[in-house]
């Protein structure tokens, strides 16, 4: 596993503040929507605050929190769904960024119980993968934690049913750039279901973008359906 490299609070805070303001310009969060952490030592994380849109928030409104959800920085309160960025820190000592957001086309899949998890685009096999769907669970919920923490392991983000998607990585940009490429994957599934030309690849084909993996850097990520189901 390559080394882990915490960004400063300070660059923690920038990136937090310009992942959020490009989640809103996007239309991936609507009102208060959304939250964003990024982690800055082995036992400290900063969180977006809870009830504040995410393209109009200042450094100053950001919380900074311990492993165990204790504030120790700021004077908001941290996200409704910081157990959940939490669980995922916990599962995934790799992982130092998480970005939640309710994408539209995303959200239209997860609503409808869909993972994706096909192999339709050749740079989603190799650097996105597999996006599964975690099960139904309330909120900022125990529950919801618990059922997304186990795929950090794995996978490169979720959907979350009847809910929206989270994705992560090593920083908060990489995170925001997976949740991108969530959305951009949904989008192609949904318009090639529509015009009838769903056409996954063959086995073989999979298996040759995840040759790539290693030169490109990228681990884990599951393996996507193939034309056959493979």
């Known amino acids: 596993m390559a080394e882990i490299r915490y960004l400063t609070d300070e660059q923690a805070r920038r990136d937090i503040?310009?992942?959020g303001r490009r989640l809103?310009?996007?239309g991936f969060v609507a009102a208060?929507?959304?939250n964003i952490s990024a982690r800055v030592s082995e036992t400290e994380i900063w969180c977006t605050p809870s009830g504040v849109s995410k393209g109009f928030m200042s450094e100053d409104m950001l919380v900074k929190l311990d492993m165990s959800g204790n504030v120790l920085d700021g004077a908001m309160r941290p996200s409704s769904e910081i157990k959940m960025h939490l669980a995922i820190y916990r599962a995934a000592p790799h992982i130092c960024g998480v970005v939640h957001a309710h994408p539209p086309v995303s959200a239209m899949f997860a609503a409808a119980g869909q993972p994706l998890d096909a192999a339709l685009l050749q740079e989603a096999v190799v650097s996105l993968g597999v996006i599964p769907l975690a099960p139904f669970a309330i909120p900022g919920s125990e529950e919801l934690a618990e059922g997304v923490a186990p795929l950090a392991r794995e996978y490169n983000g979720a959907l979350l049913e009847h809910h929206g998607a989270v994705a992560w990585g090593r920083d908060v940009m990489q995170a925001l750039f997976r949740m991108e490429s969530i959305e951009y994957c949904a989008t192609v599934a949904m318009y090639a279901r529509m015009a009838g030309l769903w056409r996954p690849m063959t086995k073989?084909?999979?298996d040759a973008l995840?040759?790539?993996r290693p030169l490109w850097g990228v681990a884990g990520g599951g393996i996507p359906r193939g034309r056959d189901g493979d």
Do not use: R, S, V
């Open 17 to 19: 503040i310009e992942a």
């Open 204 to 206: 073989a084909q999979i």
């Open 32 to 34: 208060n929507d959304g």
């Open 210 to 212: 995840l040759t790539l």
């Open 24 to 26: 809103y310009q996007k």
